[in-house]
């Protein structure tokens, strides 16, 4: 059973949280305010963080910050009201692994969880790809994949997160000059050097299919 540490104020979503977690054999520390979060995370090894922004005290992303810097690499999930793009920015440049918008489906929380607590494993399977997580090898036919930075980036996160589509901010984020031209441009040639399909899900982001 995966331990999760989830950061939240909002006694009646944290609770229905972690009846519906604990159901799917997740096990749940629950911390209201920014300061127990930290204290949770210096007294307890997680899988993964699940951490709201608008907290009392320390607000996520600080407290993912002040992680980070302490070498606390845990996979963290921001799940927040704040749609903007600074907002999702933000958690992103202080090492957020995903953002979820609330309101959110359960189910599709459950699933971006099992994506990233399945990457504690050292190897990714996806149909005839085998993705090395430790090295960010990917392999297609027991044949290994040379592909730019860009590219890798782009492939390991949309396999990563199947069956779910990655949101264009999500993957803006991966390239080095970031514009809608230059995502469409990257995956166009993702899908010409790479025997994948990926769908474009209009006003959401791309997935494999």
Same mark, same amino acid.
């Given at each position: 059973?995966?331990?999760?540490? @989830?950061? &939240?104020?909002?006694?009646? $979503?944290?609770? *229905? @949280?972690? +009846?519906?977690?604990?159901? =799917?054999?997740?096990? /749940?520390?629950? !911390?209201?305010?920014? &300061? &127990?979060? %930290?204290?949770?995370?210096?007294?307890?090894?997680?899988?993964?963080?699940?951490?709201?922004?608008?907290?009392?005290?320390?607000?996520?992303?600080?407290?993912?910050?002040?992680?980070?810097?302490?070498?606390?690499? *845990?996979?963290?999930?921001?799940?927040?009201? $704040?749609?903007?793009?600074?907002?999702?920015?933000?958690?992103?440049?202080?090492?957020?692994?995903?953002?979820?918008?609330?309101?959110?489906?359960?189910?599709? @929380?459950?699933?971006? /969880?099992?994506?990233? *607590?399945?990457?504690?494993?050292?190897?990714?399977?996806?149909?005839?790809?085998? /993705?090395?997580?430790?090295?960010?090898?990917?392999?297609?036919?027991?044949?290994? %994949? =040379?592909?730019?930075? #860009?590219?890798?980036? $782009? @492939?390991?996160?949309?396999?990563?997160?199947?069956?779910?589509?990655?949101?264009?901010?999500?993957?803006?984020?991966?390239?080095?000059?970031?514009?809608?031209? !230059?995502?469409?441009?990257? /995956?166009?040639? %993702? +899908?010409?050097?790479?025997?994948?399909?990926?769908?474009? #899900?209009?006003?959401?982001?791309?997935? #494999?299919?």
């Amino acid at each position: 059973m995966h331990k999760l540490l @989830l950061l &939240e104020d909002d006694p009646n $979503l944290s609770k *229905t @949280l972690i +009846k519906y977690l604990n159901r =799917h054999n997740y096990d /749940i520390d629950w !911390a209201k305010n920014g &300061e &127990e979060a %930290l204290s949770f995370s210096y007294d307890n090894v997680y899988a993964l963080y699940l951490f709201d922004i608008n907290v009392p005290l320390i607000n996520g992303v600080d407290v993912l910050t002040a992680l980070r810097e302490a070498e606390d690499f *845990t996979p963290t999930i921001i799940i927040s009201a $704040l749609i903007d793009v600074s907002s999702i920015s933000q958690g992103f440049m202080a090492g957020a692994d995903d953002y979820v918008k609330k309101p959110f489906d359960p189910d599709e @929380l459950l699933i971006r /969880i099992k994506a990233k *607590t399945s990457s504690l494993k050292k190897m990714l399977k996806f149909k005839d790809f085998e /993705i090395d997580l430790q090295n960010h090898a990917i392999s297609h036919h027991k044949q290994e %994949l =040379h592909l730019g930075k #860009v590219q890798k980036s $782009l @492939l390991i996160t949309l396999i990563q997160n199947y069956p779910n589509p990655v949101s264009h901010e999500v993957l803006l984020l991966l390239l080095d000059k970031p514009s809608d031209v !230059a995502l469409r441009v990257n /995956i166009a040639k %993702l +899908k010409k050097q790479v025997s994948v399909e990926i769908q474009n #899900v209009r006003g959401v982001g791309y997935k #494999v299919i």
